[in-house]
């Protein structure tokens, strides 16, 4: 965004410990938020879709993999870190081939290049618990030892539990969430789907029993702030 700068310079990152992560999306957008100090990791959206990466970065699937190579070498000499969101990971709403073999291609594609870290994303909310499962299991089966797979998940309020056992179940450790489920994709049809609720996520992992370095007291304070944002601006 042409504020993120702005953005970024007027955080005080004195006292966090937090990891600040920055989407980018072209090569220009990578070397902006390699100069800066306060962004430790990149992220790059790379779809199984060629209608939708062409929609996202006006590039073809081609292109964007050699974008995307480039940015991963300039992250490697400024000792960045990298993770690829790989959008349609669970299905294809626009009527091209999906397939356990078309996702597999593209990982083993991105690892080879030195790629370790794939969000699997369910960018237009169109998978279900099952196929859910069926991914991260072949996944983690497959290469479980040389690659993390992270779950980016969009649902409906009465979805996002299913949704998270099943990729937990499967042997995800690494979610994304946003404070009240806000966001999600435009290119979803339901109006009541969104990302998943941190909220919720950090009770799951809780009763989970899962030990994650995160200060509940300052998380508070965050949603607390974020409500009265979303209350008074949308």
Not at 174 to 184: E, L, M, P, T, W
Request: charged share 20%.
């Amino acid at each position: 965004m042409a504020d993120t700068k702005q953005v970024l310079e007027g955080l005080d990152r004195s006292v966090s410990t937090t990891r600040l992560l920055a989407i980018v999306a072209n090569y220009q957008g990578a070397q902006n938020a390699l100069e800066s100090q306060s962004i430790d990791v990149l992220g790059f959206p790379f779809s199984l879709s060629e209608i939708f990466q062409m929609r996202n970065t006006h590039s073809s699937r081609e292109e964007a993999f050699t974008v995307l190579e480039r940015i991963h070498n300039a992250c490697q000499r400024k000792s960045k870190e990298l993770v690829v969101y790989v959008s349609m990971g669970f299905g294809n709403p626009y009527g091209e081939v999906w397939s356990l073999e078309v996702l597999m291609h593209w990982v083993e594609r991105l690892a080879a290049i030195g790629i370790r870290t794939l969000s699997l994303s369910d960018t237009a909310a169109s998978a279900n618990a099952e196929r859910i499962r069926e991914v991260f299991s072949t996944v983690s089966s497959l290469y479980g030892e040389g690659l993390t797979f992270g779950a980016h998940l969009h649902a409906r309020p009465d979805q996002w539990r299913d949704h998270v056992e099943a990729a937990y179940a499967a042997g995800c450790r690494r979610f994304d969430g946003a404070i009240q489920g806000f966001g999600g994709c435009p290119m979803a049809t339901d109006g009541l789907v969104g990302n998943i609720p941190t909220e919720k996520l950090i009770s799951f992992l809780t009763t989970q029993k899962e030990e994650f370095n995160l200060n509940h007291a300052s998380f508070e304070v965050a949603y607390n702030h974020a409500k009265r944002l979303f209350s008074a601006y949308l």
